[in-house]
């Protein structure tokens, strides 16, 4: 198989609302990297909207709906808020994270024992209404299997440690073995599998050659930084070449 790329266009919306002007434009810069082939679109809509606002949502989901065979993927934490987006936009997959809403960015996993209780019943909700649900779960084997037992259909791993190895190939080594470690518990537990946190065109092999089933990697702060350089179709082009599709010259 081979694993897709979702584009988190959040750093693109960030960008934007420095100056509070319709550019750079998170619709039109979304449709380059469907059009690059780029799987699917991120967002992760907070409460703040210092990243993606609430009114970019709807937008984006006809967007992606223009693509048949692309996927909307909205994240967050699970807050009255963010259900009422997701009822009314009905992406395609749901990804829950234990976000705190002055956190910057998301930095850890579900502590899936304390939130069992908690995670189920929306897990249950978000389901029936026919949206697969994906839990952010750290890369610890021993408790990602636990998100199975909340209906979730995949677990998300952090992989925000990882990323921070780039300079230390000794670490690297390590964090890789602890997501190997919990992407293959996460496998035996019947989870689907994606992964996202600062993966570069340049870390994201080693990972996939560990853990190989991935299902999607959302990737926003790296590609948008290579779309600097690249442009975004370059830079989605060459980050499925790093999922292991073969992207003609």
């Known amino acids: 198989m081979t694993t897709k790329l979702s584009v988190n266009v959040n750093a693109i919306a960030q960008l934007r609302n420095r100056r509070d002007l319709p550019w750079p434009s998170v619709v039109g810069l979304s449709r ?3 059009e690059a082939g780029a799987w ?4 992760h809509p907070r409460p703040d909207e210092r990243h993606v606002r609430r009114s970019d949502v ?3 989901a006809d967007l992606v709906a223009e693509y048949p065979v692309a996927e909307f993927n909205i994240e967050g934490y699970p807050d009255d808020r963010l259900m009422e987006i997701v009822l009314e936009v009905r992406p395609h997959q749901v990804t ?5 809403p002055a956190q910057a960015t998301s930095d850890h996993g579900w502590d899936f024992k304390a939130q069992h209780n908690f995670l189920k019943p929306v897990v249950a909700r978000i389901r029936d209404e026919g949206m697969r649900v994906s839990l952010f779960a750290d890369a610890d084997a021993d408790t990602i299997a636990i998100a199975a037992e909340t209906g979730a ?3 998300e791993l952090y992989t925000g440690p990882y990323g921070a ?3 230390d190939e000794d670490a690297a080594e390590r964090e890789l073995d602890k997501l190997q470690a919990a992407a293959e518990a996460a496998r035996s537990a019947g989870l689907g599998l994606n992964a996202g946190h600062d993966l570069t065109v ?3 092999p080693a990972l996939l050659a560990r853990a190989p089933w991935i299902d999607e990697v959302s990737i926003g702060h790296g590609l948008t930084a290579d779309a600097l350089e690249y442009g975004m179709s370059g830079a989605v082009k060459r980050f499925r070449a790093a999922c292991g599709e ?3 010259a």
């Open 202 to 204: 340049a870390n994201l």
């Open 40 to 43: 699917g679109i991120t967002v």
């Open 58 to 60: 709807q937008p984006l």
């Open 246 to 248: 073969d992207i003609p």
């Open 96 to 100: 829950l994270v234990p976000d705190d």
């Open 153 to 155: 259909d995949r677990a």
């Open 165 to 167: 190895t780039f300079a």
């Open 32 to 34: 380059i990297a469907l």
